[in-house]
């Protein structure tokens, strides 16, 4: 897939513009403040129904305007293309349409408009919380295991349900039973997508980064949230006193991780700011390589400030 056309009002500091991307590479370039990430958010937006430069879409509209509208075409793989549009107003409305008809959640965006973002805050997925690198994970199970999205809805609701009578005690033992029995489940499938994803991302990462920089013993390995000796219906029962003091459950894939290390320790504490990106790009190009293979179209990057903290020979990899 490709974005043929994108169509923009009302955000940031553009005025309102139509682009006609190629469908290969686009360089935005011009002065300082002269909306260049702001096309790139309005892309983003587009495709995730959010920003990557503010939490709050508020900010996002521009001043004096009532709302902000990104709309968009995609040129799908098997033909034909898609419409898709998203706007936001002052007041909090938020409305997301494909082909012309409301669509119920931003997932069905991403699903037609795979996007990875590459700029000055990606050093997050390396050194941030392990949430972001669950999202990374989880970004790529999606488009590739079509099952994973009612997994998932099945693993929060379960999970919202066990820590709503960790706090409150409001269900009966067999209740509780039955949503920690639909708790292991929806996880041990979860567990089961991701580490069949890992196990083909894997490869891909490490040809990729070995094109970008030499990092010889540098590891990237799958935690899935609970000791791998045990199953999950025994954890949650040892932890279960634990789990009502701290009003919340411990274990499970909501507390997965990546663990990227070198040697004996964590990359991100020795390696540089320019070998970090590197290792950021080849984990984004990688993901992108997958989705190509299993969907038979493009995942669309968006690059922001690529040379900031890369060396001359490191930019021209």
């Known amino acids: 897939m490709s974005l043929s056309r994108v169509s923009v009002t009302g955000v940031r500091n553009l005025h309102p513009v139509t682009l006609s991307p190629s469908p290969r590479i686009n360089i935005l370039y011009g002065a300082n403040g002269s909306g260049k990430t702001s096309v790139l958010e309005a892309i983003h937006l587009l495709g995730i129904a959010r920003s990557f430069r503010s939490?709050?879409?508020?900010?996002?509209?521009?001043?004096?305007?009532?709302?902000?509208?990104?709309?968009?075409?995609?040129?799908?793989?098997?033909?034909?293309?898609?419409?898709?549009?998203?706007s936001r107003d002052r007041q909090g409305e938020f409305q997301i349409r494909i082909d012309g008809q409301n669509a119920r959640s931003a997932a069905q965006l991403a699903e037609i408009l795979p996007l990875q973002l590459i700029n000055p805050d990606s050093f997050r997925l390396l050194e941030g919380a392990p949430k972001i690198r669950r999202q990374f994970l989880d970004w790529g199970v999606f488009h590739v295991e079509p099952r994973f999205m009612a997994t998932w809805q099945r693993l929060q609701k379960a999970l919202k349900q066990r820590n709503s009578w960790l706090r409150h005690g409001t269900l009966d033992a067999a209740s509780q039973a039955a949503w920690d029995r639909e708790l292991c489940s929806a996880s041990d499938e979860i567990d089961e997508f991701r580490r069949a994803y890992i196990k083909a991302l894997k490869p891909v990462f490490e040809q990729t980064l070995s094109e970008l920089v030499e990092l010889e013993g540098l590891t990237l390995s799958y935690y899935r949230g609970?000791?791998?000796?045990?199953?999950?219906?025994?954890?949650?029962?040892?932890?279960?006193?634990?789990?009502?003091?701290?009003?919340?459950?411990?274990?499970?894939?909501?507390?997965?991780?990546?663990?990227?290390?070198?040697?004996?320790?964590?990359?991100?504490?020795?390696?540089?700011?320019?070998?970090?990106?590197?290792?950021?790009?080849?984990?984004?190009?990688?993901?992108?390589h997958l989705v190509s293979q299993v969907r038979r179209g493009q995942c669309i990057y968006l690059v922001d400030?690529?040379?900031?903290?890369?060396?001359?020979?490191?930019?021209?990899?």
């Open 55 to 86: 939490s709050r879409l508020l900010p996002v509209i521009q001043y004096e305007q009532p709302s902000c509208t990104v709309f968009g075409q995609v040129d799908l793989a098997q033909g034909g293309h898609s419409n898709l549009g998203v």
């Open 226 to 288: 609970w000791d791998k000796e045990k199953e999950l219906s025994t954890v949650l029962a040892s932890s279960l006193h634990r789990d009502q003091q701290m009003g919340h459950t411990q274990a499970g894939p909501q507390r997965a991780d990546l663990r990227l290390r070198l040697g004996a320790h964590n990359a991100a504490d020795i390696l540089s700011r320019g070998q970090q990106k590197l290792v950021v790009c080849a984990l984004r190009i990688a993901q992108g």
């Open 305 to 317: 400030d690529l040379p900031s903290e890369l060396d001359d020979n490191h930019r021209r990899a």
